[in-house]
C-alpha cells in the first residue's frame, strides 16, 4: 500500500465516511456488462445499467424504519442515511436529502418531460430521480428504486 492510500485509509478511520469523501474525489467503478451481469441480479441490471424502473410498492425498503445507512446495490456506496428517509406515499423508497458528493444526476426526456434523473457517483447506476415535492428542509424527493439500494443497519 503506497503512502497516500495508507493516509486516506487512516482518516477514513478517524473522519468517519460522510467526512472524508469530501476530501478526496470517488474513484470510479468501471465494469464491462459482463462483469455487472454476474455482479447483479437480472431485475437489478434492468435497473441499475438500463436504468429501469421497478413497480410502485414492491420494494420491501418501504417499510424499512431502522437506523442505518442506504448504499447502492452496485458498488456499496453509502447514499442516504436513515435519518433522511421519509414516507412520501409513492410506493418507493423515498428521501429528502442525500450524502453529498455521493449521487449525480442528469436530465431525462424519456416521458416527453424533463425529469431529473440520478445516478451513484461511484458506479454511476441509475437509482431514480428526484423531485421538488419533499418536505423541508429540502423541499425534494428523492425517489428510489428499491432494488437500486442496499440497507446497512447501524450496529
Known amino acids: 500500500m ?9 482518516s477514513l478511520g478517524l473522519i468517519g465516511l460522510a467526512g472524508a469523501t469530501k476530501l478526496w474525489a470517488l474513484e470510479k467503478l468501471e465494469l ?11 431485475s437489478q441490471y434492468r435497473i441499475l ?5 421497478e413497480p410502485a410498492g414492491s420494494s420491501a425498503l418501504n417499510d424499512e424504519h431502522r437506523d442505518g445507512h442506504y448504499h447502492c446495490a452496485g458498488c ?5 442515511s436513515s ?5 412520501s406515499g409513492t410506493g418507493w423508497p423515498s428521501f429528502f436529502d442525500y450524502i453529498e458528493g455521493h449521487l449525480e444526476t442528469k436530465t431525462d426526456f424519456k416521458l416527453i418531460w424533463p ?3 440520478y445516478h451513484c457517483a461511484r458506479c454511476g447506476g441509475h437509482q431514480g430521480h428526484v423531485f421538488n415535492d419533499g418536505p ?7 425517489c428510489n428504486n428499491g432494488l437500486a439500494l442496499v440497507f446497512e443497519p447501524s450496529a
Open 136 to 142: 423541508e428542509p429540502t423541499g425534494q424527493r428523492w
Open 76 to 80: 456499496d456506496l453509502a447514499l442516504f
Open 83 to 87: 435519518a433522511m428517509k421519509y414516507e
Open 115 to 117: 425529469r431529473t434523473e
Open 49 to 53: 445499467r438500463d436504468e429501469g424502473t
Open 2 to 10: 503506497n503512502r497516500r492510500k495508507w493516509i486516506q485509509q487512516l
Open 32 to 42: 464491462s456488462k459482463d462483469q455487472w451481469r454476474q455482479r447483479l441480479t437480472p
